[in-house]
């Protein structure tokens, strides 16, 4: 699931927030009643709030039939905010405690999506599908396309995060589907459940001729998983022996990220000193810095890092922060290049904004937003055994 689970503040001078995407209407009425040579000048200036704010109490005062104002700022307020990034979204009182109540219960269907913008309709592509989750049992894969869930055409929708509320419940409860596989439309029932850690996070040896080559894959970031990838390691290690691995691959194909603070957590199991990563707001300022400690730091095993590019987000930072600390070689297809960082704000009136406000940087201040992470080996077509192999050849040079 997205943001729900980041730490929410109040702020009440977001309750004063822009309204509505009718100004361009409203002011065309102010301008059918003004003098041509005033009109012509006001048409030259860009809208400002003042205006902006009289062109919504004409709309909201004026219309021929009454408006619901609480309805229309809401759905202003969702356009506008959309419009700005993929990842800034409203949602109102209402669906916030929906939200909350999805969130407690627990249960969703293992799907990673994107919601692409495409004029006034949207596309839901799927970016990943978490292992042993209803989706994965169901087929669904990455490249999929999602049409319509709980009855509702995916077109219509304005963010991630609603696709994403749609798809998480209580345990045991079917959701009605319409997907796109590249066969056309399909129809189908599928049954929510839990995710859990383990399912997450999973160690193999590798290698041939006898080599100790641990591979550990991390297929998202959730509260726990980095304290899973160290129980990984330490069986590893174990099954290695006494003479201990000849290295190890992490493995972060379709890790679409999570939770920010356990990839920083991954990070620091092998960067001894320095900066992990920052965040830089606006003008570029340095809003945070996450820097390693030594304790407890795997120095000295070789590394790789796997990845395609539906790595994303907190994937794509410790992918970057082994990189630039010279710990790992990153092998595999440029990631996706997720890379901001989104504050969730309460407003005085239960509704909840999430807002993008900084990006994050990476310890050689490179940002991987829209740019992604570029690999030091380069493999086009990273899936599968493929991967695997120029991992375990990148470990031998």
């Known amino acids: 699931m997205p943001s729900f689970t980041m730490k929410v503040v109040s702020s009440s001078r977001w309750s004063l927030c822009l309204g509505a995407c009718l100004g361009v209407a409203a002011t065309l009425v102010v301008q059918a009643a003004m003098p041509e040579a005033q009109a012509e000048k006001r048409h030259q200036a860009p809208l400002d709030r003042q205006n902006f704010h009289a062109s919504l109490d004409l709309v909201l005062d004026r219309h021929v039939d009454p408006v619901n104002a609480p309805d229309l700022l809401a759905r202003g307020l969702k356009h506008m ?62 490249g999929d396309r999602l049409l319509a869930v709980r009855g509702e055409p995916c077109e219509d929708m304005l963010s991630n995060v609603e696709v994403q509320m749609m798809l998480a419940g209580a345990p045991g409860e079917r959701i009605d589907l319409e997907v796109d596989q590249g066969a056309g439309r399909v129809a189908f029932a ?30 998202g970031f959730r509260p726990g998983t980095a304290q899973r990838v160290e129980a990984e390691l330490a069986e590893l290690r174990r099954q290695a022996g006494a003479e201990g691995l000849d290295g190890l691959i992490l493995d972060l194909r379709g ?90 704000i309460g407003i005085a009136d239960g509704s909840l904004l999430t807002l993008t406000v900084a990006r994050y940087y990476s310890p050689e201040d490179r940002s991987i937003d829209g740019r992604g992470v570029t690999p030091d080996v380069r493999v086009s077509d990273a899936s599968g055994a493929a991967g695997v192999r120029a991992a375990v050849d990148a470990l031998a040079d």
Do not use: C
Request: neutral net charge; charged residues 30%.
């Open 255 to 344: 890790n679409p990220g999570g939770e920010v603070d356990e990839a920083v957590l991954v990070a620091d199991m092998f960067i001894a000193q320095g900066v992990i990563t920052r965040t830089r707001g606006r003008g570029g300022v340095i809003s945070r810095e996450e820097k390693a400690t030594a304790a407890g730091t795997d120095r000295s095993t070789p590394l790789v890092v796997l990845q395609d590019e539906r790595s994303a987000s907190a994937a794509e930072l410790l992918s970057v922060a082994l990189q630039d600390s010279g710990r790992a070689r990153v092998v595999g297809e440029r990631s996706f290049g997720k890379g901001m960082v989104q504050e969730v």
């Open 81 to 142: 905010i959309s419009g700005l990034d993929p990842y800034s979204n409203y949602l109102t009182a209402a669906e916030r405690e929906l939200a909350r109540e999805r969130q407690r219960q627990g249960a969703e269907a293992g799907l990673v999506t994107k919601l692409h913008r495409k004029g006034e309709r949207a596309e839901v592509e799927v970016l990943a599908v978490h292992p042993n989750s209803p989706a994965a049992r169901r087929g669904l894969g990455p």
């Open 190 to 219: 599928l049954e929510l459940a839990k995710l859990r850690v383990e399912d997450l996070v999973s160690a193999s040896l590798e290698g041939e001729g006898g080599g100790r080559i641990g591979r550990v894959a991390i297929h």
